[in-house]
């Protein structure tokens, strides 16, 4: 049997409510202002994961904040 991994990757995705769509956005755009400062907090919390990106979905007031961590594992 043969095994090949694509991508060794996951997706967390935390839901943030705000009081409205506008609210929604600017948090957006503050996530994407700081995301070498989120990249490197998420980064102490594992010593296998690595940050790649994190893609926003506003769903009216809610933001979903997808995060796809690189799991690098012990044979990389």
């Excluded at 506003?58 to 979903?64: D, E, S």
């Amino acid at each position: 049997m043969n095994t090949l991994i694509l991508k060794d990757e996951i997706h967390i995705t935390p839901v943030f409510w705000t009081k409205n769509v506008f609210q929604a956005k600017a948090f957006t755009l503050w996530v994407k202002d700081n995301f070498e400062k989120i990249k490197k907090e998420a980064e102490k919390t594992t010593s296998y994961g690595k940050l790649l990106r994190i893609r926003p979905w506003i769903i009216g007031r809610k933001v979903l904040l997808v995060f796809t961590i690189l799991q690098q594992t012990q044979w990389d």
